[in-house]
């Protein structure tokens, strides 16, 4: 999509009705520059970052979305389902984001070009959006930004957020943290049984998928369909009455999403019947903001020069004075008790 009729592009610094009006349009051109905007580290873009989320706080405009985590080992096919699986909702009238989150991107760029060949159809859509999200460094780990990008997105029009992760690691398991649903994607003979896969994300699972449900790869993976459902009959869900399904889809072929969509929608429609919807989304809220605090303390902690140094020295003595690990913690305790915060130097931002 071009800029804006009103977009000034040659004026420095664009003001928050630029960005409120673009994404009341759904212009997808300012979408991107806002979402650059929300993850850049200059002052002056954080703090219309800020102004940005604050406004769009007031509007209101994530209640109709369903936020969507597609999790998954690398390889079982969780793109080319994606690109499926979009075209179908779009197919019924939504507005589809997907949000690739990539931990070897610091932006633009890396394997999201390897996920958007993999998402031909749906990368060519008015009505869907794919950007990758990078994981962040310092601040909250995966989702560090990934969760305002939502925001952003839910304000121009979106309303089906697709998160894509990597994997299924202890990292991955953070996504959780900002979606409603949660579908996990399989291939074939994966892992027959289900200790493969972190606590922390079977916990989550919602809906799963045996993928590649074709051609020679049938049979096998009738018998994972068959394993799985016997293995995840076990959990219980926080949904009331809901027996996690275990739906075998082709991406290739392109059969079987109807029964995803199904589950999906029947999901949703349940759970916010039974209040865990919004729910949960109050109780992300809280656990998003406890988990921001510790990184941001410690950043906060580190624009003190002097203290850093201190800490510094003390991994310093380490190494080369062998200081050990029980005494080196109980000075840095020290340290922090009799450390000036209010008066000590602190560098410039
Ligand atoms: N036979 C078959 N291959 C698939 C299917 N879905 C994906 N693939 C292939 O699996 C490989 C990995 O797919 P990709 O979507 O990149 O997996 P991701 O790493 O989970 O995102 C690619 O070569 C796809 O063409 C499917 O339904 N059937
Ligand atoms: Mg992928």
């Not at 926080?238 to 809901?242: G, H």
């Given at each position: 999509m071009s800029p804006p009729p009103y977009s000034r592009r040659n004026k420095k610094t664009k003001d928050l009705s630029y960005y409120l009006n673009g994404l009341a349009d759904s212009n997808t051109f300012v979408l991107a520059e806002a979402i650059t905007i929300i993850e850049s580290t200059r002052e002056d873009h954080k703090m219309m970052a800020s102004t940005i989320l604050s406004a769009l706080f007031e509007q209101?405009?994530?209640?109709?979305s369903v936020r969507i985590a597609i999790t998954g080992s690398?390889?079982?096919g969780k793109s080319t389902f994606i690109d499926y699986f979009g075209c179908t909702l779009l197919n019924m009238g939504h507005k589809v984001a997907v949000l690739s989150i990539d931990?070897?991107?610091?932006?633009?760029?890396?394997s999201i070009l390897g996920d958007k060949t993999r998402m031909e159809q749906l990368s060519v859509s008015r009505n869907a959006y794919i950007r990758p999200t990078a994981s962040g460094?310092?601040?909250?780990?995966?989702?560090a930004h990934t969760k305002e990008t939502i925001l952003l997105c839910e304000a121009a029009g979106f309303d089906r957020i697709i998160i894509e992760t990597v994997g299924i690691g202890q990292n991955e398991a953070e996504v959780f943290y900002i979606t409603d649903i949660n579908l996990f994607l399989l291939q074939p003979?994966?892992?027959?049984?289900?200790?493969?896969?972190k606590r922390g994300v079977l916990e989550n699972i919602d809906i799963a998928i045996v993928n590649?449900?074709?051609?020679?790869m049938k049979f096998l993976a009738n018998e994972t369909a068959r394993h799985y459902t016997q293995s995840l009959a076990f959990f219980r869900h926080?949904?009331?009455?809901?027996h996690i399904p275990v739906h075998q889809i082709s991406s290739v072929e392109k059969s079987g999403v109807e029964k995803v969509i199904q589950s999906l929608e029947y999901f949703e429609k349940e759970s916010k019947k039974q209040g865990l919807f919004y729910n949960k989304r109050k109780e992300q809220e809280l656990k998003w903001f406890e988990k921001q605090i510790p990184s941001l303390f410690w950043e906060w902690v580190l624009t003190h020069t002097s203290f850093k140094e201190s800490v510094d020295n003390l991994q310093k003595d380490m190494i080369n004075?062998?200081?050990?690990g029980v005494l080196a913690i109980r000075l840095y305790k020290k340290l922090i008790e009799t450390f000036d915060w209010s008066n000590s130097f602190k560098k410039q931002p």
């Open positions: 209101k405009t994530t209640k109709k690398p390889g079982a931990p070897s991107s610091t932006g633009s760029g890396g460094d310092l601040l909250g780990g995966i989702a003979g994966a892992g027959d049984d289900l200790q493969g896969i590649k449900s074709d051609g020679d926080p949904l009331q009455n809901w004075k062998q200081l050990n």
